[in-house]
């Protein structure tokens, strides 16, 4: 255990297992109440999941939308994410979401100083489903020189590895092919992160300067307990560190424990684009104590595909968006033949690969491939490949659709013929099997600047051509500790545990299973994370004398 910003001190008001984006709204939220907190993060480094997300965070009915006069309601909201969750959440973590969303974008926004872009024409993944909206509910971290506001603390940062482009930078330029790639170096040789990794430099600042203390390698094992509750947490080298308000569990979720995950998901996950320290700590801790869980057979899911980027020293995948969703590509199941709409939201595509053929006892749709053709290449790219440098090990070439066929194994007439098909369609710019195109959100993710009638749609021209693996992956399970409307842990039987709190993915999610839009995990779990650290703020600070003699 290294302790980064104050000497070795065991006492505090508020103990906060994890370091992701709602561990730290609950820890600047409570410190910046005056209670004494610190942060103890497993891995080398912090930020969690969130640090490697898009950071995007979507929030109903927010003051952004109002003040564009965009309308919009929690009504209409709360329509909406019940349909997208099927009515599987529970009204009363809804209900503190939706309620409450808002008046923590405020709170982070004038008090914590996170600065936020609002996205005025990202559309809900959903357009079918009422409440939904073509724009408004996500906003997304602005740029943030992480060095300048940091300083030595910026080295201790999780980032994803990529250069920093907002999201919007993202939509507005298209392929990787487009980008300013000399700017984008230029920005991170100057110390300024992006997304995910801005957001929770954010908010590490603002818990500098609310004083909150920060310890990395400290992996916490167990929960110390008392008649009166939870009263601290044990680290796994023996060391000791007493809450006298409270425990807050937001280490992430279990993704990363085979084992677990196999016994509690609804399916199996090949991959994971989150840090491997994401081991289920957290929910073990509880339910050694007796918590309920709810929500475990679920995950963030997501079409991914294995690309030799590797995290903390394990293989993790890459989510596919525009190269599926972009004009001239399709995706084929293992027969050969599209199975869905590509350009559809990642969770639900995910989520037809599920899909399980008990005639054959196989799944249906997996194998799945992105296939595309050299006019597709020549014009976007395909992750960081581009035309002309040698072919990687983990894209497939072939110089016909049927040499294809034989080294991807699926049949050669139907990837044939499923290509004739869906050219003849894409150039009047119509999809008649999958509905691909139709909606705001497809088109939101094409190409504007695509020949063809419609910006998802484009035909595949010559070869040669290629084909990407696609597996079931996630961004990190959604299922796990229940808590009440304001973060604190249910026992089986319902009732609180005093003394301890969760958030983030440790916890079941307030939209159950559902993905309304961008944004709509760290939105309901910063929410629920700013609860949480408020009612923690407003117990007493037993050993606030003791506190105040802690070194800054």
Known sequence: MRILNAENAGRYDIVVVGSGAGALTAAATAAHAGQSVIVLEKSELLGGTSAVSGGMLWVVDNHYAREAGINDSKSAGREYVEAVARGRGRSELLDAALDHGDTMLRFAADELGVRFIFLDNFPDYRQDL?????????????????????????????????????????????????????????????????KGHALVAMLISACLKNGVHFAVEARAERLLTSESGVTGVVLSDGTEFEASAGVVLAAGGFEWDRQLADSMLATRLYTMCSPPSNTGDALKMAQRIGAMTRGTREAWWAPMSLTGTMRDGEPVGSLLRFERQGPGSIMINR????????????????????????????????????????????????????????????????????????????????????????????????????GRGSSEYDRYWGDADNPWPNPSLGPLQYGPYYALEVVNGAFGTCGGVATDGNGQVLDVDGNTIPGLFAAGNTTESPYAAGYPGAGATLGPLMTMAYLAGRRLADQPAHYAAESESVPA
């Open 335 to 434: 027969h050969g033949q599209r199975f869905a709409n590509e350009a559809q939201n990642y969770n639900d595509l995910a989520r037809v690969l599920h899909s399980w053929d008990s005639a054959n006892n196989q799944t249906l749709n997996t194998p799945a491939h992105v296939v595309f053709d050299q006019s597709y290449l020549e014009r976007y790219g395909i992750m960081d490949h581009r035309a002309g440098d040698p072919t990687p090990a983990w894209l497939i070439e072939a110089p016909t659709l049927a040499d294809l066929a034989a080294r991807i194994s699926v049949p050669a007439e139907n990837l044939e013929a499923t290509v004739e098909r869906f050219n003849v369609n894409a150039v009047q710019g119509e999809d008649p099997d999958f």
């Open 130 to 194: 009422p409440g939904a909206v073509k724009g408004g509910r996500t906003v997304e971290p602005e740029l943030f020189n992480c060095h300048e506001a940091l300083g030595p603390m910026a080295q201790h940062v999780r980032t994803d590895g990529r250069l920093p482009y907002t999201m919007q930078e993202y939509e507005d330029w298209g392929a990787f092919t487009a980008f300013p790639w000399d700017d984008l170096n230029e920005r991170q040789a100057n110390g300024f992160a992006a």
